[in-house]
């Protein structure tokens, strides 16, 4: 049992990882003639849970319950993992990343992310508000405008060849790519 959470706790090569990951989409259709998505799981949960008389919310999301069952799969495994699974050895990254988390004044490699950034000591620091409370309202407007998330979109739309799906995934790229060499330096200035 020891071998077994050794090998599943190293990080898998992209050559294994993605086409597991890419085996879901046609297996989710064949089998579950279901789309692949997280995203509206809390569209779901808001029309079983919350009443009310939003048209947003009346549909019949009973059809979708799966979609929370995946969920509740997923925190599980995420808990599950954090419990069993953590390990304290940092990220691998490469030297220029390091070199430039450094110019940004993050010095602390020893855990998953910067704990400069996001632990509870950092919250008093409107940088780590910025992150946390900017960019969590960021990620679910984008989701909730884009139709879907990063995942859903990436993997599922694409194999689909949606053209949504490609101008969404373009757009979250382009995000990435701005927040990383335009706003990151002026935030951290």
Not at 59 to 81: D, H, M, R
Not at 84 to 112: N, V, Y
Not at 160 to 179: C, D, K, R
């Amino acid at each position: 049992m020891i071998e077994f959470i050794n090998w599943i706790s190293q990080p898998w090569p992209w050559y294994v990882a993605g086409p597991i990951i890419g085996l879901m989409v046609p297996l989710h259709l064949i089998l579950l003639n279901r789309t692949f998505g997280i995203s509206s799981s809390f569209r779901h949960m808001c029309a079983a849970v919350v009443p009310n008389n939003f048209e947003f919310l009346k549909y019949n999301w009973k059809q979708e319950s799966w979609n929370l069952v995946f969920v509740v799969g997923v925190l599980i495994g995420s808990f599950l993992a954090s419990q069993f699974l953590a390990s304290d050895a940092p990220i691998a990254l490469s030297e220029s990343a390091i070199a430039r988390l450094k110019a940004f004044g993050l010095t602390d490699f020893t855990g998953q992310h910067p704990i400069e950034l996001f632990s509870w000591a950092a919250m008093g620091n409107w940088q780590t508000i910025l992150f946390v409370v900017g960019g969590g309202f960021l990620v679910g407007f984008g989701t909730r405008y884009a139709g879907g998330c990063t995942s859903g979109h990436a993997i599922m739309g694409l194999s689909h060849f949606q053209f949504p799906s490609f101008v969404a995934v373009l757009g979250f790229f382009t995000g990435g790519l701005i927040m990383s060499w335009v706003l990151l330096p002026l935030i951290f200035a």
